[in-house]
């Protein structure tokens, strides 16, 4: 049945927007499976690396890095806290999304009182969070981000059984080998892959065995790895080789999707650690190169620049093999959704993911997931009045099943699998 009017079809996309149920293609968030990887709790949200780099705007300078650095999480939660949220209004997406939390938790935003929030949540369990959270975000599949050169993430995979929540998969990521081949060499020999810092056939055999059989230990849904700007493809350089002569092969063997996030400037304030990294302007004809040379490998890619969005999406319109996917990192903002929802439905119709969370403490599925699907809601009805006004109608199922190929199916769909009950 076509919808009436264009208010009602505006009722009926946000009220499905707002409540369909997604799957989260990157996140770095753990099954309970995984212990105390799996972050979650308001210390460890107010401790989020988004956070560490905004308040350290308002440090004074006998504030050091040192001494924050030095400081249990509980005293850099309430430093945070104070900085951001008492002694400034928590207007930033990643401090407006602390409080949405706390408000969609039940917590009672207006006493501002810290302590309090910590002892609500005090007495849950992991498992009893992660099922809390899912239901409050309706996020139904989550990708975790999983390395095996992490020595505490191994064991679990190796002696404790890995992921048993059917509401979880992993993606295998493969940064070190790509970024950083000389540390990469010592690890694989640690773990027992005969590999030498020197390309040999042995080494390229023993990439793809250690690739192989990670794979399917985790099950993992695709390879994965974050790319400096100054990425470039093809190369007469070790990532080129890699690709070429490794992953891509062993990505074909299991049929399974090469996902690059591309445009990270790692560090250019140590100190401030992991919220030190930048991004950076990157070359989109190394995308361009990668779906040329591998008609039938796919490719899950996003980018951090702003200024690549637009390049990026017109080469989806060349590439079937190639999804474009999320507003990453610091495009996860209000205004930047908007825009890149905006062009990328304009240039792509919904043949695109829309957004990932990227999130790394539990909790924060709340926000990010709340934030995101209503501006992808607004964009797409604003999509439709368009169409309204030519006298073509969408129907209540239409608009579901649209919603479902932006926030499931197109994920599903590229991996050639079925999504889990
Ligand atoms: O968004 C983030 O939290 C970053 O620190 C990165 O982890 C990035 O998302 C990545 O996956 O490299
Ligand atoms: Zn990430």
Redesign the pocket.
């Known amino acids: 049945l076509a919808i009436e009017s264009v208010s009602a079809m505006k009722e009926t996309v946000g009220r499905l927007a707002m409540t369909m149920p997604v799957t989260d293609m990157?996140t770095?968030l753990f099954s309970a499976d995984f212990g105390n990887l799996l972050l979650w709790g308001i210390d460890e949200l107010l401790i989020y690396?988004?956070l560490i780099s905004e308040s350290f705007r308002w440090a004074d300078d006998r504030e050091s890095y040192d001494a924050f650095w030095a400081m249990s999480k509980r005293e850099q939660a309430d430093w945070i806290w104070n900085k951001l949220f008492i002694e400034h209004s928590p207007i930033s997406e990643a401090a407006n999304g602390f409080i949405t939390i706390l408000h969609r938790l039940g917590l009672d935003v207006s006493s501002r009182n810290l302590n309090d929030y910590r002892e609500a949540l005090a007495s849950r369990t992991t498992a009893e969070q992660v099922d809390e959270v899912l239901r409050i975000s309706n996020v139904k599949h989550v990708l975790m981000?999983n390395d095996p050169f992490d020595p505490e993430e191994r064991e679990i995979w190796l002696n404790r059984g890995g992921n048993t929540d059917s509401r979880f998969s992993a993606a295998l990521r493969v940064?070190t080998l790509l970024n950083d081949w000389p540390n990469a060499v010592v690890q694989l020999r640690s773990l027992g892959y005969d590999a030498s810092e020197e390309w040999t056939e042995k080494t390229k055999e023993e990439v793809r065995r250690f690739l192989s059989e990670w794979i399917v230990r985790m099950d993992a849904l695709y390879l994965?790895v974050?790319m400096p700007g100054d990425f470039v493809y093809p190369a007469e350089d070790h990532r080129t080789r890699m690709i070429d002569e490794a992953m891509v092969p062993v990505c074909q063997k299991h049929g399974i999707p090469f996902a690059l996030?591309i445009g990270?400037r790692r560090r250019v304030n140590p100190e401030l650690r992991?919220a030190g990294?930048m991004s950076m302007d990157s070359d989109v004809s190394a995308v361009e190169a990668l779906c040329r040379n591998y008609p039938k490998q796919k490719f899950l890619i996003t980018m951090l620049a702003r200024s690549n969005q637009h390049e990026l999406t017109v080469l989806a319109r060349k590439f079937r093999n190639l999804m474009v996917f999320g507003c990453?990192?610091f495009l996860?903002i209000e205004s930047m959704v908007e825009e890149m929802t905006k062009f990328r439905l304009e240039l792509l119709g919904t043949s695109v993911i829309p957004q990932h969370s990227?999130c790394?403490v539990f909790e924060q599925l709340i926000y990010k997931w709340e934030h995101s699907r209503r501006i992808i809601g607004q964009v797409l009805a604003s999509k439709y009045e368009r169409l309204y006004n030519s006298g073509w109608s969408v129907t209540e199922d239409e608009i579901r099943r649209d919603l479902d190929d932006l926030f499931n199916r197109n994920f599903w769909r590229f991996l050639g699998k079925e999504q889990p009950e």
């Open positions: 990157h770095h690396h988004y981000t940064d994965a974050s996030m990270v992991l990294d990453w990192w996860h990227d790394r």
